[in-house]
């Protein structure tokens, strides 16, 4: 029976290209969502043999025109090692400090989008209003620390990552979804997805002045650990990748 399977690699460069290309897909991906916003959004993933080191994508680049060729590679301090163009100096100092302060982060994801951005406002969780809301239960956050300002200062990104811990997620107040993954780019991407649409029911309940109905905790914990784990999450996103690839192949020149 055809079924996807995590991969496993004979060296370094065979796993530093896969996730590579797994990242440029997860570009493309928030390009389909509409998640593109100016040069607003990054993503990136650990480089598997200098794990100091992180791929994302370049600085004014629209997502929709991320490839291989144009990816960058950065350091923590924000130096980029690799690459032609800049890096987000807002991207490196969320992403590098959470990186930084979480050695078992492979990939995050972070994007301006716009029932994220909205649901933000509220300083609230997610509600457990659905099996999907329950893949986040006791595993996301939300982070007050600089909000609403532009994380340039290494300062704002230490805030910001002491207080997302290990969760897979954290609604950032007045700004935005980040989503974090141990397992690959494709989990963290999947999750994000996710998330912005957990964010979009949520506001469409509340809209409705209906009280709803909420998953109990047994039942959200249930969820979250059978539909909501990083293979899921991985699984997921396969039928994304698979479809880029088949429509998008420029995507790897």
Not at 46 to 70: A, G, I
Request: glycine letters at 6%; charged letters at 20%.
């Amino acid at each position: 029976m055809i079924f996807p399977e995590v991969p496993t690699f004979s060296s370094f460069a065979e796993e530093r290209e896969y996730r590579k290309k797994h990242l440029v897909a997860a570009v493309r991906a928030f390009a389909q969502q509409g998640f593109d916003y100016g040069f607003a959004g990054h993503l990136t993933v650990r480089d598997p043999e200098h794990k100091d080191l992180y791929w994302t994508n370049p600085m004014c680049v629209h997502f929709s025109q991320v490839k291989l060729s144009n990816l960058i590679l950065a350091d923590h301090d924000g130096n980029v090692v690799e690459g032609k163009y800049a890096v987000n100096r807002a991207g490196f100092v969320l992403h590098s400090s959470i990186h930084a302060a979480n050695p078992e982060i492979v990939a995050m994801c972070h994007a301006h989008t716009t029932y994220g951005t909205a649901w933000c406002t509220t300083g609230r969780p997610l509600d457990m209003i659905s099996q999907d809301a329950a893949c986040f239960y006791e595993n996301h956050v939300v982070i007050g620390a600089s909000a609403g300002a532009v994380a340039v200062e290494k300062q704002s990104g230490k805030s910001v990552a002491e207080m997302f811990g290990n969760n897979r997620a954290a609604l950032h107040q007045n700004h935005g979804l980040l989503t974090a993954s141990h397992h690959s780019i494709d989990d963290a991407a999947f999750w994000f997805i996710a998330l912005e649409r957990c964010c979009q029911v949520q506001l469409l309940v509340e809209a409705s002045g209906v009280k709803p109905k909420t998953v109990s905790e047994k039942s959200a914990r249930y969820s979250r650990e059978h539909v909501g784990n990083d293979f899921i999450g991985w699984l997921h996103f396969q039928t994304i990748y698979n479809h880029l690839a088949a429509t998008q192949p420029d995507m790897f020149d």
